[in-house]
């Protein structure tokens, strides 16, 4: 998006100081059409088919100033305008502007998300102050971010009257104030990819487009070159060199889907690493409807090096439970035992694996983390308890854990345990973690003195893999008031056992998204996320999640932890 400036305006979102006073949405959103539409009163009257079909992609008409309007409706008009401004860049909404803020208005500067109606209300002639019951933020850079429940923003706008004695607004806050329903149709999420410090994987980042610009594929080239967000920076790679932009700061998709992405510098990218960074490109953009093909040149230079790059997405391998003292698997037949595993000891729990099953671990009975005994070697300790979380197993070989007072701890067989420093920690207690399957990024439940949070790092290695330490998070899940396990759905959403009101659920929750919750399962107890999810219940019931419900294995009892590798 636009990085030009932002305005700090208005009160910051809070959970105190009372609601806004809502209509009933009914009315709202009548008021809301009337605004923004107009129904045609003269022409030929024409018989239809009497059919109406459904679709999303029902353009959202701007209405300018109306005569007479209060500086109430001149503020409600403006925020309705700038809603529906994506096809005519923004000339509606400003409309409602006179001054300065006719050229220093900001519409993307930031995009704030709403799902109750917004009443502006006049505090003094000429102030109007809009309370955004938020639900959801969006920055200048399309990164997203989830609003704690009952979260709030005052913006104010301050009017003046015209030489015709109508009200203008001459001073407004930078940015986009839009419903839910309006900002799923307006914006995209997209992921750029990056590197994993090996240049093994490509690691996802996930940020929010305008979708109806019809130049979505500029917005995704042009925020991949320039690399990734703070939070991510220090534990990826690039194979974009420093300073390289596009030409003509556009790309291009002709009819036959292909996107071509003319880079500057020509000399310098052709220099470097141009498989790889074929490779990200590609990734990137075929996301983007309509692209079936990516071509890239260097100063009209063709790159034609290529190189196939591993995705994070689900863990490769069957799901794999306890049952009674043996490790088992899932398969077609139904349950079977994992080969090579000897019986567990009673009490053995939380087992995780790497995707080739060469490292396997569990907690014992007295919660030390050992690895699984084989037919053919015991058990060894790896850690000793108590009080670790159930572990994560990332792809070079490192057992991810934690432990109240000492945070997250990454051991390796053979090598002394890691305690891996993460400041945002301090004075919190790790619940539970799972590391991505790109190793790159950690998911993180932990509770503090402000109550629960899900959070994503960055893990910085060096050369040889050795986590160094945890990098800042990003918040995810932000609606959640309590959490307990977490597992990857798939390479950006993550799976959180938690409540976001009074029931326990199964929660979606992106890394940069808004939350959705699964169907209830009574006395739920395990959960495992891939290719199919499956959930454990109290009484070794398994469930697997069919579309929108879940559906209980037939034939498997008393079953618990279940688990992907990871």
Avoid at 276 to 285: G, I, K
Avoid at 398 to 421: M, S
Avoid at 514 to 529: I, M, Q, W, Y
Wanted: glycine share 10%; proline share 7%.
């Amino acid at each position: 998006m636009s990085t030009a400036r932002r305005r700090s305006a208005g009160a910051p979102a809070g959970r105190g100081g009372a609601r806004v006073v809502r209509l009933l949405g009914a009315l709202v959103a009548t008021a809301a059409l009337g605004a923004c539409a107009a129904i045609p009163t003269s022409g030929a009257v024409r018989e239809g088919d009497g059919v109406v079909s459904e679709s999303r992609d029902v353009d959202v008409l701007a209405e300018g100033p109306r005569a007479g309007a209060t500086p109430q409706q001149i503020v409600e008009g403006f925020q309705l305008a700038g809603a529906a401004g994506f096809v005519g860049e923004f000339s509606t909404a400003r409309e409602y502007l006179t001054g300065a803020a006719l050229q220093s208005w900001e519409p993307l500067a930031e995009v704030l998300v709403y799902d109750d109606p917004v009443i502006p209300a006049s505090t003094q002639a000429g102030t109007v102050i809009a309370t955004i019951p938020l639900t959801a933020r969006v920055d200048a850079d399309g990164r997203f971010t989830e609003a704690p429940r009952d979260a709030q923003r005052a913006l104010t706008y301050e009017l003046v009257r015209n030489r015709s004695g109508e009200w203008r607004i001459a001073d407004a806050p930078d940015g986009l104030v839009l419903s839910e329903s309006v900002f799923d149709k307006q914006f995209r999420a997209t992921s750029l990819y990056f590197l994993s410090a090996d240049g093994t994987f490509l690691v996802p980042e996930t940020r929010w487009f305008p979708s109806q610009s019809h130049n979505l594929q500029t917005w995704v080239a042009r925020a991949l070159l320039a690399g990734p967000s703070p939070w991510l920076r220090d534990a990826v790679t690039t194979a974009v060199p420093e300073g390289v932009q596009l030409q003509a700061d556009t790309v291009v998709v002709d009819d036959s889907g292909i996107a071509t992405v003319p880079l500057d510098m020509g000399t310098t990218v052709l220099k470097g690493d141009t498989a790889s960074l074929y490779a990200q490109l590609d990734a990137t953009l075929r996301q983007v409807p309509g692209v079936r093909e990516v071509k890239v040149t260097a100063g009209s230079v063709p790159i034609v090096d290529t190189r196939s790059v591993q995705r994070g997405g689900l863990p490769d391998g069957p799901v794999e439970m306890i049952q009674d003292d043996r490790l088992v698997t899932l398969g077609e037949d139904g349950l079977g035992p994992v080969e090579g595993v000897a019986p567990l000891p009673v009490g053995a729990r939380s087992p995780a694996r790497d995707e080739d099953g060469t490292v396997r671990v569990m907690l014992d009975p007295a919660g030390t983390l050992v690895t699984v005994p084989l037919e053919d070697s015991p058990s060894q300790v790896l850690l000793d308890g108590p009080r670790l979380v159930a572990p994560s197993v990332d792809r070079l070989g490192w057992v991810w854990t934690a432990r109240p007072g000492e945070g997250v701890i990454a051991v390796k067989q053979g090598l002394d345990p890691v305690v891996v420093p993460a400041e945002w920690l301090d004075g919190r207690t790790v619940v539970a973690l799972r590391m991505a399957r790109d190793a790159t990024r950690l998911a993180v439940v932990s509770r503090g003195s402000d109550g629960v949070s899900v959070d994503v790092a960055a893990v910085v290695r060096d050369a040889q893999g050795t986590p160094q330490n945890i990098g800042e998070p990003v918040r995810a899940g932000a609606v959640l008031q309590d959490a307990s396990d977490v597992v990857w759905l798939d390479e950006s959403v993550l799976g959180v056992v938690g409540s976001s009101d009074s029931s326990v659920l199964v929660h979606k929750v992106p890394v940069a998204g808004r939350t959705t919750t699964e169907a209830e399962v009574p006395d739920l107890a395990g959960l495992a996320g891939g290719r199919v999810v499956y959930v454990a219940t109290t009484d070794g019931t398994l469930h697997r999640l069919v579309g929108s419900t879940w559906a209980a294995v037939t034939h498997v009892e008393g079953v618990r932890d279940p688990a992907y590798p990871g």
